[in-house]
């Protein structure tokens, strides 16, 4: 079965999942957790998939394997806090693949990074998390709309939606907002854009199989199922869905639940 929806074209399965035929999907934070298993799941449905993140030997790794499992991968070793190596990462996509169908801006760190870093490692985690992934979606995106053709996903965080973490916050925050608005500009171009928000994943193989906390292949697998059926933004267990709504409804319920957990600028606890 085919079909055409905002986004990619995809073929169905027996068992319902899109096949990304030969799709050109990136995947940023590729090396490690989220997005190396995303890396996984989109090259398992036949996606050929650009692997970046900053350790090459990891990301050699993560191609060796999808490639050994029969799909198709490249290792772009790539720091997306600076701007010329997102450049470059972009151009050896296109040298390699001539497009770029789906990008998938995973990259993000820094949960409960204290106030007191220094000024350049919070501009640093900003360019990171942030400016990185604005830097990308400004680099694919004429493409996409040119062949009114692709899917874009950011992978921001609950603490996104609830003001719970200053700094990891800001950039979640500023995820959101930039994609979010992005998928208004950009409806009916072709192109679909879609935010994943997960809440806390076991992303450490050693303490797997805690009740409710999800791994990250069913993030992954999640993911990949945006790409052909995209979503303004699914939470990730679904049941974070509830504190976003209180967040927004009853903000003082939020403020009573974190009081005792407060944490000063200096990192310590009050
Ligand atoms: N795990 C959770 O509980 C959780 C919850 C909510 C949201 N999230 C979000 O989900 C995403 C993935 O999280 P994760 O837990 O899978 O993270 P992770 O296991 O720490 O992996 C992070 C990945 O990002 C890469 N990376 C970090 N800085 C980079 C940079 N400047 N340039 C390129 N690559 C960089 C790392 O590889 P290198 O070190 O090799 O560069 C690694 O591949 C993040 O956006 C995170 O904020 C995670």
Redesign the pocket.
């Known amino acids: 079965m085919t079909g055409t929806q905002a986004g990619v074209t995809q073929s169905t399965t027996r068992s319902g999942h899109a096949l990304l035929d030969r799709e050109v999907a990136i995947v940023?934070?590729?090396?490690?957790?989220?997005?190396?298993?995303t890396a996984r799941a989109l090259a398992r449905r036949g996606a050929r998939v650009v692997l970046?993140?900053?350790?090459a030997e990891?990301?050699d790794a993560q191609v060796a394997a999808i490639t050994r499992a029969g799909g198709s991968a490249l290792a772009v070793p790539?720091?997306?806090?600076?701007p010329l190596q997102v450049e470059a990462l972009v151009r050896r996509t296109l040298d390699v693949y001539e497009r770029v169908d789906v990008l998938v801006n995973?990259?993000?760190?820094g949960?409960f990074a204290p106030l007191t870093l220094e000024p350049a490692e919070i501009t640093?985690m900003i360019?990171?998390?942030l400016t990185?992934a604005i830097l990308l979606v400004r680099a694919v995106l004429p493409g996409m709309i040119e062949r009114r053709h692709g899917a874009i996903i950011a992978?921001?965080?609950?603490?996104g939606a609830v003001a719970l973490d200053p700094l990891?916050s800001a950039t979640?925050f500023g995820l959101r907002g930039f994609t979010l608005s992005l998928r208004r500009q950009v409806a009916g171009s072709g192109v679909a854009v879609s935010v994943i928000?997960?809440?806390?994943?076991?992303?450490d193989p050693a303490h797997r199989s805690r009740p409710l906390v999800p791994g990250?292949d069913a993030?992954a697998r999640r993911i990949a199922d945006l790409v052909a059926h995209p979503h303004r933004e699914v939470f990730i267990p679904r049941f974070h869905r509830a504190a976003v709504w209180v967040e927004h409804a009853l903000p003082w319920a939020w403020d009573l639940a974190i009081r005792s957990q407060v944490v000063q600028p200096s990192g310590a606890s009050r």
């Open positions: 940023t934070g590729a090396s490690a957790g989220i997005g190396a298993a970046a993140a900053r350790r990891r990301l790539t720091d997306v806090a600076d995973n990259v993000g760190g949960a640093r360019d990171a998390n990185g992978v921001a965080a609950v603490t990891y979640k928000s997960p809440g806390y994943i076991q992303t990250p993030v």
